[in-house]
């Protein structure tokens, strides 16, 4: 069994994972400042290259889940096998409706909010209460135990931080290996989704990351990005390694015209300068399936 991400999450990044992990340098500690769905944290444990891990995102109530994954992860399998954890519009909006304050709770609703909102989509209004609707799928697994299990074991290794990316200045050192996920750059002004957080992430945001990186760069860490391929991403990143992947992403502001998207993978080293990963050839093939 494998460690995997826990919900399903904006942006995740499975489809891009052979990418990601395709020419990697070998490095101390691990950082993940835009957590999410934690596709890469969990890929790089399965391939036993974290030692200790960083682990940040802004949305507190995420970070509340990992935490309670890593301490009380027994509790709150106990928690999620409770029958009031339907998939019917009535609960749905019934849970919603709460107002939680016990952690295990809170991650629990947390999960179940996850699993059956429309798209799994995590959207709060300017109060910070989360307002996405039910989701009516005609299924739905809340969650899958041996997952949850295998992920408590790979957090302990883990720090996690509810904070700005900006956080990762005051734990990074040398040789440490980085990686931004960012919300990405819209391709036009309605077409990307930039939640995730009562904060959206603007061209500020994006320029002040680009900052971080270089700080980061100076400080002698491996750093690499990943970003929608536009015209700022190119520019902020021009003295870097940038590679064109593609990946099947939503293509209009409604998420049900799809198709494949060029993306840039930002890397403050050469492609394949180490090929860590030349020996691990059947991992790879299972994530290609
Ligand atoms: C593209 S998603 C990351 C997806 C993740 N790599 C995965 O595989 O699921 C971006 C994440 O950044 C977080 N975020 C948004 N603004 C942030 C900020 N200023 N600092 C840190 N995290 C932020 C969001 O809560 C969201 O989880």
């Given at each position: 069994m494998r460690a995997r991400p826990f919900i399903k999450w904006a942006g995740g990044k499975r489809q891009i994972l052979k990418h990601l992990t395709g020419s990697l340098v070998k490095f101390k500690d691990y950082h993940e400042p835009?957590?999410?769905?934690g596709s890469l944290f969990f890929e790089l444990h399965n391939r036993n290259l974290v030692s200790r891990a960083y682990l940040y995102d802004y949305n507190s109530d995420l970070i509340n889940t990992y935490n309670v994954i890593k301490s009380n992860v027994t509790e709150l399998i106990v928690e999620l096998k409770k029958p009031v954890y339907k998939n019917e519009k009535e609960a749905y909006y019934d849970i919603r409706s709460l107002e939680v304050e016990e952690a295990i709770n809170k991650a629990a609703r947390f999960i179940y909010l996850n699993k059956t909102a429309y798209n799994g989509l995590y959207r709060v209004n300017s109060k910070g209460k989360f307002n996405t609707p039910f989701g009516k799928y005609n299924k739905m697994k809340l969650f899958d135990q041996e997952t949850l299990i295998m992920d408590n074991k790979a957090l302990q290794k883990a720090e996690l931080f509810a904070s700005d990316?900006?956080?990762v200045l005051k734990h990074a050192r040398k040789d440490d290996l980085i990686y931004f996920d960012p919300p990405y750059q819209p391709l036009?002004?309605?077409?990307n989704f930039t939640g995730y957080t009562n904060k959206s992430f603007g061209e500020n945001d994006q320029i002040r990351l680009a900052e971080t990186f270089k700080t980061l760069v100076n400080r002698r860490c491996h750093v690499m990005l990943s970003n929608s391929k536009t015209k700022l991403i190119s520019e902020l990143y021009s003295n870097f390694n940038i590679e064109e992947v593609y990946a099947n992403r939503a293509i209009n502001s409604k998420g049900n015209g799809r198709g494949k998207i060029a993306e840039l993978i930002v890397r403050s080293w050469k492609n394949k300068q180490v090929p860590l990963f030349r020996v691990q050839k059947q991992v790879v093939s299972e994530i290609k399936q």
């Open positions: 835009f957590l999410g769905g990316f900006t956080e036009s002004r309605t077409s």
